[in-house]
């Protein structure tokens, strides 16, 4: 099967294990506190470091992969960082799991699959439906972050934060900066900042 294809079918298997993961993000998050997201958070080191530096904020990063979600919890649980979570999950699901009161106080995208082939596209994580769907959960002033070294990926992005009507973008620096694995590999990236209006 090609690469894309079975990442597709992956992530369609992913979609059934709904239930599962609505009991444990209803165990993560029991109040309203609002909490800094990652989506795709890989090997865990861009959270890890910024709830090292942040104490106080309360983190969930998520995967699809399992290995790397587990690599993530091994450097969580050596630092204890008891406010800070890795959990296997579709983003999409994740956010149709989530606990009804829960929202969003931050949400970072680094370097997501640029899915190159334009009849890939669709696969793309960053589209304006899914800009709705963190909205929808994202409490006003909420900031989006997202990052990428795919050019085409990126001018597609802010095109769609640029006409979504919840989004604005905003000329701002990152609260937090560290570099991730895909970070380290780019020869060069560029990101965006946009607050939930
Ligand atoms: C290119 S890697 C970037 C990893 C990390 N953010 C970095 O900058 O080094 C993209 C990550 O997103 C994960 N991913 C892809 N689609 C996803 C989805 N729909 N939901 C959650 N994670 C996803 C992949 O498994 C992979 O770990």
Known sequence: MENAART?????????????????????????APFVWEVGSGHGHFLTAFAQAHPEELFIGIDVILERIERANRKRNRARLDRLHFVRAEARLFLESLPVAATFKAIYVLF???????????????????LSLVAGRAGEGARLYFRTDHEPYFQDVEAAVRQHAQWKIVEESWPFEMRTVFQERAESYRSLVAVRV
């Open 8 to 32: 597709a079918d992956h992530l369609a298997r992913l979609s059934q294990r709904g239930d599962d993961l609505r009991v444990k993000l209803a165990e993560l998050l029991p109040g309203s």
């Open 112 to 130: 997501p699959d640029p899915w190159p082939k334009r009849r890939h596209h669709k696969h793309r994580l960053m589209q304006p439906d899914f």
